[in-house]
């Protein structure tokens, strides 16, 4: 099994004005390269499908265009200014199509060759001059739209042009191509969640009330699908799990996973049994087909059974199959928080990990937060090779078995919470820091060593500000800016700490 290959459906066109093409030899046909070059430029983002139109320049195109774009499902749209264009030009395509809009004013030099320009030279420069009516039109009609600013970016000059039009390597071309490809990224998290699949099997933790969640608001903010399971679902697969599965999966275990010896410090935390190996391998073996009967993207899960139950076994050996499944596009959530298997999916979807986890512990010597679970872990994003390690009480929780020790590798992170606030809706709360790679406990729980942007105090002082679910998802790199233009899109409130 691995993650599904989504696409995202991008939309392009370029404005002009239908007046200027018998009255500027060439400057229709250089527009239009522009956009070729764009469209490329889109096309090379993992995943994108692109619908250039082509020129939009009078009103009727522009409905022209708006049908093409609802006929191509465009997840997003994006207008480039290619010269001066009246905005009941575009105006339609937006009326007509509601995708996202996001306006592109990208000049072609960073600066006009002032001693040989003529008008329809400078035409091809003057991609500003229709931004801010194309803005108030839109304004005015109730249409959101984002915008870039910058340069084209070409590698190369046109042989129409009297400029330099070589910008690649500028900053103002590398700044907005970044923030063009950031959308492109979190239109594809849009379209990806308003189609995913996420299971809940059990319940919540009894009594952590920021678990709880409204099923019917989060498929109505992101269109996911939530599929309630039982644990009888699950127990029907691993009914079917052969001895060969179980094979199977032991030997994939042991290619992921150290298996620990005994801890120095906690005499609950021990090398796992053979017996429990195994048995986390057949459950990770029956995990593996409950995802795949049921077409999950993620999942949220909890059992809390009694006392010698047989789901308590069964869930005893949940982590080590969650940990594989989340390292393949399946993120899973401990203790039915599925507002964080969200957060998980969207990182995942974005390349940067999604580790489940919540406050530790802080180490005012280091000026460090641990963060961590007793959970599954992301193994794409671990900075060395996680442990297994068998454990003798799952604290807070009934039953014992096998658990991941891991920490996420040095360098910069950026968590990403999902909480409902008490209107009934929901908010994204990002916070960049430093992994350092420090020192962890041998508990048998994920944990990494954080260093915030400010001390671990103002941080915690602003992080609870926010009201936030104790749970939380660690990415690597910096993704502040990601997730905020996912948020921006999904139509959901943003905090960055």
Known sequence: MTNKKHKIRVGLYTTGLKAYWPQFGALRERLEGYGRFIADELAGVEGAEVFNFGLVDCAEKGIEAGEYFCRNLCDI?????????????????????????????????????????????????????????????????????????????LNETPAVSLADEATAGRPEAVRAWREIREWVRAAFVKAAISRARFGFLGNNYSGMLDMYSDFTMLQGKTGMHVELL?????????????????????????????????????????????????????????????????DLDALAYYYHGADGNEYEKLQSGFIVGHSLLTARGVPCAGEGDIKTALAMKICDLLGVGGSFCEIVTTDYLRGTILMGHDGPFHLAIAGERPVLRGLGLYHGKRGSGVSVEAKVKSGPVTTLGVTQTGDGGMKFIASEGVATGDETM?????????????????????????????????STGRNTSLFRKTADLMDIPFVAI
Not at 93 to 116: D, T
Not at 446 to 467: I, K, M, N, S
């Open 230 to 294: 039982e644990m009888c679902d699950l127990a029907k697969r691993l009914a079917a799990v052969t001895d060969a599965d179980v094979a199977a999966k032991l030997d994939e275990i042991k290619s992921v996973f150290e298996i620990s010896a005994s801890s120095p410090s906690e005499r609950l935390a021990r090398r796992p049994a053979m017996e429990e190996l195994e048995w986390s391998a057949r459950v990770a073996a029956a995990q593996e087909r409950l995802t795949a009967d049921f």
């Open 442 to 474: 041998a508990i048998g729980n994920t944990q990494t060593h954080v260093r915030p942007a400010v001390d671990p105090d103002t941080w915690f002082e602003r992080w609870l500000q926010e009201a936030p679910t104790h749970h939380f998802a660690m």
């Open 77 to 153: 749209v994006f207008l480039h200014i290619g010269t001066y264009v009246t905005s009941d030009s575009v105006l339609p395509v937006h009326q007509i199509c509601k995708a996202p809009a996001v306006v592109l004013n990208l000049q072609p030099a960073a600066q006009v060759n002032y001693a040989k320009t003529t008008t329809g030279e400078w035409l091809a420069h003057c991609n500003a001059c229709p931004a801010p009516e194309i803005a108030n039109a839109f304004n005015r009609a109730g249409i959101r739209f984002r915008a870039v600013s910058g340069l084209l970016g």
